[in-house]
């Protein structure tokens, strides 16, 4: 690990005005993840900003049934919140499928957003990466991809996004709101990520001096239920292989709602648009679940040692609406 | 009677407190802090190593690179030095990750700060990356030093009879290179006095080791004393001295201070070993009733550029089954990856897939039950030497397992048995481990007191070996286990077995039971010659030791305590010795453990994730020493196993030979949640054929067979064959 300089933030203006005034700072929430990479000579920033001192640590409920949701709100606390475990219980089962208890007990909610691909070259410094080092070629293309993406990735790049939280937000219509010296700003999640083209080591829309201030989720659809799903090599502590988010509502036996998004498979988390369309209005039937994921996986490329993720993808989707038609019918 | 009680390990208190000091946690004033440099490349050479930042950086004391260090005074024996090369030697690259600097700081920040300044010139060649790339120039290892067996056995005419046999098998099976992954990295201190040099070191044998260091600084082997007290998990990588362990008192040499050296979590797995992946094939011919008439089966290991080691797969396979005409052979191939080492269980875990596999394939296609078949084939006496067994109890142990498992609910037919969406799948397998032995020392100390202390180096791994040789010793004097101390880890002490090879219980265990017996019979003739004594005059042979103190077989009455016998006659300590000596080669018994395994498996039938639901197992060990810590033991060796079976593949770089899972979040071992009820039987027979105190070892045998046994439920489960390990879910869609 190199030296840097540590500020703690009292407030996010001081936060905010701190990382506009040094370039190259980075904030450190939980430090999960940067921390990793900081011993791991990955990220090399001058000065790192503790921001766990913000008052941005409350779960809110809004006005239109919606809730707000802190960005240093930590991943246990988020997962066992009464308005998560009601309203979202995909939410919780998602980010309790992630990680381990002592990482999700540090693990911040602005933090999950922005961690970085787990992508093995991605951690090795002796390794072309792209990511990593822009221009040096990617070592995974040629490697070992077994745990690489098959949908949205490009030729210079296959690392995945590894959130699981985030799968969840993205099927959940989420909303992430920042500050910066420039003033606040409301993306939503689903285009927080950027997919990786040519230039992979940009990750995100956010510019380098933007503070992840809250999430907010609109009200759950009403009358759906909800399921997140998590194929991994291990029952626990393992990143997904595929995993799926999905919330179903199925009326005179047509699909009359449905949000599907995808981890594990792609550079973001990955809201499954194709296979939406291909469920909407129509009848509730495993055939119909097997089109969609048809449909959103043909699009999906895969390399040798990665292209089971398509059949594994194609039989979540389907497992986890199954499921869901069955809870829904018995409910 | 302590022995065989279920008594909780004696340091159990220290290790949940913390008060259990391991070698990291060992402080000497002044010492410095070393850092490894590994090259980033698996195969070439330093061209040019640049240290001059690196060398101003804050705190640096040195840079050693094979350019500025110090001579080694001679290149120590292999086996258990790791490496036929010593560190630093020459510009050569063979692995990546191999150290190619040390830098010395006044703490571990600084040096590590300072070694991300050491800018490398490389000069690569192209690296053998992986075994598959290797596979054509498979050989024989012409000199066979690092192997404890011979690379090739043969008995009657194997391929003739299996030309000739009606039935027959014959496949590839695949292991993978698997990790150690103990909790513990690997720590070196070392300190000069002159010419004596203190190491504290995460050895599982300090014994064995001290020589190495000793060679390797041409100082005699009485100016080096090495210390391990407790090792944190070693499964054998910490058996042999790896690069690091000489490259501490190097440093310590050339800054003229204590030097500590703990490799970082990435070079647990690159710079202390692991089990080289194989690729076997075992053919199998059967007459129609299911008895063997031919085995052939062969290995090949990567092995490094330095060394030929072999993983033994096929060594074991001779002893197992009686089998008339049989052909085995291990061999190796070279690639760029570090030289691997023993590990849990060398060579027969990764043989017993192969090979009880097989059988597996071989009943279904007898459509025979596989319990049955190894029934019939069990080999009665050693099929090699044709000796006598000096203890097995297999068919019983196959007997009370399969019960204890329900194996005769099991229909035989694939994917028969269903819960819903899951798939259910029985298997099974046995396992056999032979017995080694090593000469071991201990006295056993009675003090006035009335406590007594056993003195032996032995090393605590975690298998419990500091509360089974307290037991021992405190049936041996008639003590509780409480009034019994141990001081071990210390090469001053009488030299125990190693802590490796299964042979603590055994070879050290006997040593404990014979100087406790010496002990004892030194307070005999002590009471029996005092005229103050009870006991006085009576026949030696008539007097046994009894809560504490002495008394006579028949008269429960008449005795006295060790403490008012010793203080009477102002005797502070009583000394018994004790001196293990192996039979050797001329034994009248062959040797062994034996063992079986009995497995559910579940396996959702869309998203086919293994899961180990229940496992059963069945060990012939001899005595079972201590119940609790056998069966901790045991579990710990089947779980380390299902591991391997269902998710460990510490795999290279297909292009660039280097490991590119170093670290626990990748490298998966088994977490609490993928384990299942595992139930172990010990089926006993106090096996004084073996040594004198009945037990044979455990730690290994626990391991053999267990990721055939996934292997044949998942197959009973989907009719899915996987001939290669891990069974992760994609082999399954
Ligand atoms: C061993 C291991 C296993 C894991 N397994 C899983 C898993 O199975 N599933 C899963 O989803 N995750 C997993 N994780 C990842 C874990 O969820 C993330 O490390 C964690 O969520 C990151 O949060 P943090 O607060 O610690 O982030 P930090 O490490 O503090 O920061 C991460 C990044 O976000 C930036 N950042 C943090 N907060 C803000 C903010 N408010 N505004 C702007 N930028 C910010 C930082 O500058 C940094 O770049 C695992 C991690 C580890 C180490």
Known sequence: MRPFTYLRAPDVATAVRAISAEPGAKFIGGGTNLVDLLREDIEQPGTVIDITGLPLTGVEELPDGGIRIGALVRNSHLAAHRLVTTRYPMLSQAILSGASPQLRNMATTGGNLLQRTRCLYFYDGAAACNKREPGSGCDAIGGFNRQHGVLGVSDDCLATHPSDMCVALAALDATVETRSEHGVRRIPLVDLHRLPGTTPHRETVLAADELITAIELPPPPSGAVSRYRKVRDRASYAFALVSVAAVLKVRDGSVSTVRLALGGVAPKPWRAYAAERALLAAPATEESFTRAAEAELTAATARPGNAFKIELARRTIVATLRDLLAEGSAA | ?733
């Open chain 2, 1 to 733: 009677m302590a022995i065989g009680k279920a008594i909780s390990r004696v340091e159990a208190g220290d290790k949940v407190t913390g008060a259990a000091r391991y070698t990291e946690d060992v402080r000497v004033a002044e010492t410095a802090h070393a850092v490894l440099l590994g090259s980033a490349i698996s195969a070439g050479r330093v061209r040019g190593i640049d240290t001059r930042r690196a060398e101003r950086a804050p705190g640096v004391l040195a840079v050693i690179t094979h350019l500025n260090r110090p001579d080694f005074a001679a290149v120590p024996p292999t086996p258990y030095t790791a490496e036929g090369r010593m560190p630093l030697v020459d510009d050569r690259i063979h692995y990546a990750g191999q150290y190619i600097a040390v830098v010395v700081a006044e703490t571990r920040e600084q040096a590590e700060h300072a070694a991300t300044l050491v800018v490398v010139d490389y000069h690569r060649t192209s690296p053998v990356p992986t075994l598959d790339a290797a596979l054509s120039q498979a050989y024989i290892p012409r000199e066979n030093g690092l192997a404890r067996v011979p690379s090739e056995y043969r008995r009657g005419n194997a391929e003739a009879a299996l030309a000739a046999a009606p039935v027959r098998v014959e496949e590839e099976y695949r292991t993978a290179a698997l990790s150690h992954a103990p909790i513990e990295p690997s720590s070196t201190l070392a300190y000069w006095e002159g010419d004596r040099l203190t190491i504290y070191d995460s050895t599982q044998s300090v014994h064995m080791h001290r020589p190495l260091v000793a060679i390797a600084f041409g100082v005699p082997e009485d100016r080096v004393r090495m210390y391990c007290s407790l090792v944190g998990g070693g499964f054998g990588n910490k058996s042999y001295s790896w690069p690091h362990v000489f490259l501490a008192p190097m440093a310590a040499r050339v800054v003229r201070r204590p030097v500590r050296v703990t490799i970082s979590r990435k070079q647990v797995f690159t710079g202390t070993g692991h089990m080289a992946a194989t690729v076997q094939t075992v053919r199998l011919g059967a007459d129609q009733d299911g008895r063997l008439r031919a085995l052939i089966h062969d290995s090949v290991n990567q092995t490094s550029f330095i060394d030929d080691r072999q993983e033994t797969a096929s060594a074991i396979t001779p002893y197992v089954y009686a089998v008339p005409d049989l052909y085995a052979r291990i061999r190796v191939t070279k690639v760029n990856t570090g030289t691997g080492g023993a590990m849990r269980t060398p060579g027969d875990s990764a043989g017993a897939f192969a090979l009880e596999s097989a059988l597996d394939e071989l009943a279904h296609r007898l459509g025979m039950d596989p319990l049955e078949l190894r029934r019939r084939n069990h080999a009665d006496v050693d099929p090699v030497s044709g000796r006598p067994w000096s203890g097995k109890q297999l068919l019983a142990c196959y007997d009370q397992a399969a019960e204890r498992f329900g194996w005769d609910r099991r229909n035989p037919e694939p994917g028969s048995a269903r819960d819903g969406d899951d798939l259910i799948g029985y298997g099974m397998a046995g396992g056999q481990r032979t017995e080694h032995q090593r000469p071991a020392q201990a006295t056993v100390d009675l003090t006035d007191d009335g406590t007594a202390v056993i003195r032996s180096s032995m090393v605590e791994i975690g298998g419990g070996g500091l509360t089974t040789l307290s037991q021992i010793a405190a049936d041996g004097l008639g003590l509780p286990t409480a009034a019994v101390t141990f001081q071990h880890g210390d090469s001053a002490l009488p030299a125990a077995a190693p802590t490796f090879g299964s042979m603590t219980s055994g070879s050290t265990g006997s040593a404990v039971k014979l100087a406790a017996a010496d002990a004892l019979r030194a307070a005999i003739d002590l009471a029996v010659g005092d005229r103050r004594s009870p006991l006085h005059g009576a026949d030696p042979d008539d007097v046994v030791a009894h809560e504490g103190g002495l008394r006579l077989r028949d008269r429960p009455g008449d005795g006295e305590s060790y403490r008012a016998l010793l203080r009477r006659n102002r005797i502070n300590t009583l000394r018994g010795d004790g001196d293990f000596q192996p039979e050797g080669e001329d034994a009248e018994h062959a040797m062994a453990t034996f063992g079986v395994h009995f497995t559910e498996v579940r396996i959702n039938r869309y998203l086919p994730r293994v899961r180990v639901v229940r496992h059963v197992a069945a060990f012939s060990i001899g005595r079972v020493l201590n119940a609790k810590t056998a069966r901790n033991q045991a579990q710990g060796g089947i779980i380390m196993r299902l591991g391997a079976a269902l998710m460990e593949n510490q795999r290279p770089d297909p292009v660039s030979g280097r490991f590119i899972s170093p670290a626990l979040t990748d490298y998966h071992v088994p977490v609490n949640a993928d384990i299942g009820e595992i139930d172990v039987i010990f089926v006993e027979e106090p096996d004084t054929n073996a040594n004198p105190l009945g037990a044979r070892g455990l730690g290994e045998i626990c391991a053999v067979g267990i990721c055939a046994s996934v292997a044949n439920a998942v197959h009973h489960a989907t009719g899915k064959r996987v001939r290669s390990l891990p069974i992760t879910p994609d082999k399954l869609l």
